[in-house]
């Protein structure tokens, strides 16, 4: 059984800084394209990045682009989502996921992932 985990959320002042980690647990062999999504109140969950399983292509949402980065570690089996000069607006759940794809491919679209984190709570205020 797939299990993601996410941590890293938290307070941070505007302009601030926050690393966001998703170790997954229980994927069978192969290759996984992994996001990142995020989800604020009376609104609709948005594609934040996302990363192919060699870590060699990523894409960003419009909102984040030059200010956040996808990672991935050696292992394969950890992402991260470095998030810098935070904004107010950048306040969700943030929710990682990953899907079977082939191991160059970036998948931006929510509904084609199978396996889904239970958020970490990212708040921007001062």
């Known amino acids: 059984q797939v299990k993601l985990v996410e941590s890293g959320g938290g307070l941070v002042q505007p302009g601030g800084s926050l690393r966001l980690s998703c170790a997954a647990s229980?994927?069978?062999?192969?290759?996984?394209?992994s996001g990142w999504f995020r989800q604020a109140p009376g609104k609709e969950r948005e594609f934040v990045a996302t990363?192919?399983?060699?870590?060699?292509?990523?894409l960003y949402g419009d909102s984040v682009k030059g200010r956040f980065t996808i990672s991935r570690d050696s292992d394969m089996n950890t992402v991260y989502l470095q998030m810098n000069d935070l904004k107010a607006e950048d306040t969700a759940v943030y929710y990682c996921a990953f899907t079977a794809a082939h191991k160059i491919v970036v998948v931006t679209g929510g509904h084609l992932y199978d396996h889904w984190g239970q958020g970490t709570q990212v708040t921007v205020s001062s």
């Open positions: 229980g994927l069978t062999a192969g290759s996984y394209a």
């Open positions: 990363i192919s399983w060699t870590g060699g292509s990523t």
